[in-house]
């Protein structure tokens, strides 16, 4: 077998992995720890060029942990067509609300966790835009003075799915407002302490207001950490080729997509790691 090499993409969040074949990655338990160790640790993984069959890539999300199933618009189960094409998928429209920094799952329908991991395979790009960003959460809380981690021990935080639509449509009909306000707000902790005893902030475009704070006070700081947690120096940014693969740790990672044309063919597929860890 050849050997997996393992190289930083950015000081704070990812790195590629080279030398590994489709056809290794199921072949041998270690390659799935290697990969899994390496994710911990950065946060992203990008395998350039690698073309995996759909059916592959579920496998391997089912090795790592438990995917989700949920109706994909794709016929192997697992997979899920990332496109702004509405003919492929109905829910195309609520797409563009990943083009602000976000955590998935920060606002559940029945207050289920965040998705451990998600993975995508480009299978068409964008002829402009559609890069994906990624900073690492552990990285924003570990960047911290001690007297701001003191402050922010407490701190709780409501996330909206409303807050992180009207982002994206400011003037939502009724029947918008209603449908997004299905999804409850839900509060989490500004600091999340994981099982592993590493630490991260809990932030981004759902996180609408501080707990007992001043809401504007409040709402400021969460810019402000934003701002710091995705200045440029932080970001790890994916320029999309056909044939890529890459893994993000959700539980550590918010991730955007930059704004691309509804009518691009760009199409990625998407298999998702259920999560196991509540933030707390
Ligand atoms: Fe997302």
Request: one cysteine or more; charged letters at 25%.
């Amino acid at each position: 077998m050849s050997t997996i090499v393992v190289e930083q993409t950015g000081k704070s969040i990812g790195a590629q992995i080279s030398g590994l074949a489709p056809d290794e990655l199921l072949k041998d338990e270690s390659v799935v720890v290697t990969v899994t160790d390496a994710l911990e640790a950065n946060g992203v993984l990008v395998f350039r060029d690698l073309n995996l069959d759909p059916k592959v890539q579920v496998a391997l999300c089912e090795r790592m942990g438990e995917v989700d199933y949920s109706e994909g618009h794709h016929p192997v189960p697992g997979i899920y067509r990332v496109t702004r094409d509405a003919a492929k998928n109905s829910a195309a429209e609520y797409l563009k609300g990943t083009f602000h920094w976000h955590i998935d799952g920060c606002t559940p329908l029945h207050g289920e966790p965040p998705q451990r991991a998600t993975m995508l395979s480009a299978k068409a790009v964008a002829e402009s835009g559609g890069d994906t960003e990624f900073a690492s959460t552990y990285a924003a809380y570990d960047d911290l003075g001690d007297d701001e981690k003191a402050q922010f021990e407490s701190l709780r935080v409501i996330h909206s799915f409303e807050a992180s639509q009207r982002l994206v449509r400011p003037d939502p009909t009724p029947e918008e407002l209603a449908r997004w306000r299905e999804r409850p707000d839900k509060e989490h902790p500004l600091v999340w302490r994981h099982r592993s005893g590493r630490c991260s902030l809990v932030i981004g475009v759902t996180a609408d207001h501080v707990v007992d704070m001043d809401l504007d006070a409040g709402r400021a700081l969460l810019a402000r950490l934003l701002a710091r947690s995705t200045a440029p120096d932080r970001v790890y940014r994916h320029h999309w080729s056909i044939g890529d693969f890459v893994i993000w740790d959700n539980t550590g990672v918010m991730h955007r997509v930059e704004p691309y044309d509804p009518s691009s063919a760009r199409e990625m597929h998407r298999t998702t790691m259920s999560g196991d860890e509540p933030i707390q």
